[in-house]
């Protein structure tokens, strides 16, 4: 770097040190680095990864979610009601699948946090509103098909297949970003490595503000 700077470069300069405070706060979308997802600093996590604690390389668990690490919940779960609900049309019958199943792992709180890899003696459990708990009939809907026929059935809700997800730097479906395997998940709403989701917003896969998010597949 020269020792002296052009003006160019002192106009650049100032121009990233105005644009730094975003950085910082994290204004902008984009990784899991200081995400409530980065485990670094958590006490917990004594590997000091950000990955492990979900992830491996070898000899992951046998669950439908890729090369997952920590140890999954084996509880039966009290799924949405639809005799509650004479306005359901989903059939919300089963249990949560594999891709659910990983979050509820840790957010059931019936499994220790720190439970990864090997370990099965941790001794840390979710309470409060991070704990999800076993009892999913108060939350929305997860783990069922939503497709054209749904849609079409219920009548205010978007086509997955034609509706744009309108996430950020994409120009996909609702069905191509946001469903998995063409049902409904906790990661069709939640960005788990918070590459889309705006710091600071819950991990949503889309900012909430002015429900955009449920407006995405509501039509309302
Ligand atoms: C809190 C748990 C968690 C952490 C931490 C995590 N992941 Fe994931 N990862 C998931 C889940 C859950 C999925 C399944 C897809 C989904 O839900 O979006 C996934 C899917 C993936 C996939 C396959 C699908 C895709 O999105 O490309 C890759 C690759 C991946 N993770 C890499 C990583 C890497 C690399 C890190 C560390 C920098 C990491 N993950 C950290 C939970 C996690
Ligand atoms: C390894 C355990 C683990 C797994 C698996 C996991 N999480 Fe988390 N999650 C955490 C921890 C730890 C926090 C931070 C809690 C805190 O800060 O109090 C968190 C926070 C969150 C938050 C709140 C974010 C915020 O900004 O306040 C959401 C939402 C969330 N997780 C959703 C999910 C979803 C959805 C999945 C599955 C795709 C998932 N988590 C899988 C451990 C996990
Ligand atoms: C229909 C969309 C949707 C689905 C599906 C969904 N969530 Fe959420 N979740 C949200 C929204 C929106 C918030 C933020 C609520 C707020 O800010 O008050 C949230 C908040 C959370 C939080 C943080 C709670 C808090 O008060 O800080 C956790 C943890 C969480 N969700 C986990 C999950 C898990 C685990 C699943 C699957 C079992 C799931 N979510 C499914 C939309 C969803
Ligand atoms: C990725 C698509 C998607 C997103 C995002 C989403 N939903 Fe849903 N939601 C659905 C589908 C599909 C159903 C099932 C509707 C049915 O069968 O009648 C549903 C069901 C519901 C129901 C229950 C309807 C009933 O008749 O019992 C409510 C209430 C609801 N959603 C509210 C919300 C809210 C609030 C948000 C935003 C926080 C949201 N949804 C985000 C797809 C979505």
């Given at each position: 770097?020269?020792?002296?700077?052009?003006?160019?470069?002192?106009?650049?300069?100032?121009?990233?040190?105005?644009?730094?405070?975003?950085?910082?706060?994290?204004?902008?979308?984009?990784?899991?680095?200081?995400?409530?997802?980065?485990?670094?600093?958590?006490?917990?996590?004594?590997?000091?990864?950000?990955?492990?604690?979900?992830?491996?390389?070898?000899?992951?668990?046998?669950?439908?979610?890729?090369?997952?690490?920590?140890?999954?919940?084996?509880?039966?779960?009290?799924?949405?009601?639809?005799?509650?609900?004479?306005?359901?049309?989903?059939?919300?019958?089963?249990?949560?699948?594999?891709?659910?199943?990983?979050?509820?792992?840790?957010?059931?709180?019936?499994?220790?946090?720190?439970?990864?890899?090997?370990?099965?003696?941790?001794?840390?459990?979710?309470?409060?509103?991070?704990?999800?708990?076993?009892?999913?009939?108060?939350?929305?809907?997860?783990?069922?098909?939503?497709?054209?026929?749904?849609a079409?059935?219920?009548?205010e809700l978007y086509d997955p297949t034609t509706k744009l997800?309108?996430?950020?730097?994409?120009?996909?479906t609702i069905?191509?970003?946001?469903?998995?395997?063409?049902?409904?998940?906790?990661?069709?709403?939640?960005?788990?490595?918070?590459?889309?989701?705006?710091?600071?917003?819950?991990?949503?896969?889309?900012?909430?503000?002015?429900?955009?998010?449920?407006l995405t597949c509501h039509n309302?």
């Amino acid at each position: 770097m020269p020792a002296v700077l052009t003006i160019k470069e002192k106009m650049l300069l100032v121009l990233m040190m105005l644009l730094l405070p975003f950085f910082v706060s994290g204004a902008s979308a984009g990784t899991i680095i200081g995400s409530a997802h980065d485990f670094r600093t958590y006490m917990w996590n004594d590997s000091g990864e950000i990955c492990l604690p979900c992830h491996t390389p070898h000899n992951a668990k046998n669950i439908i979610a890729p090369l997952w690490n920590h140890e999954v919940s084996t509880e039966t779960y009290i799924m949405y009601d639809s005799s509650q609900s004479p306005t359901l049309d989903a059939d919300v019958s089963s249990q949560p699948d594999g891709i659910s199943k990983i979050c509820l792992s840790c957010h059931d709180g019936t499994v220790a946090i720190e439970n990864f890899g090997n370990r099965t003696d941790g001794t840390i459990f979710f309470f409060g509103p991070m704990k999800i708990g076993t009892d999913l009939s108060n939350d929305h809907p997860i783990s069922f098909p939503y497709d054209t026929s749904l849609a079409t059935t219920d009548g205010e809700l978007y086509d997955p297949t034609t509706k744009l997800s309108g996430l950020i730097g994409s120009t996909g479906t609702i069905n191509d970003d946001m469903l998995f395997g063409g049902r409904m998940e906790c990661s069709s709403c939640h960005d788990v490595h918070n590459t889309k989701a705006v710091f600071g917003t819950k991990l949503l896969l889309k900012d909430n503000a002015g429900s955009a998010l449920c407006l995405t597949c509501h039509n309302k």
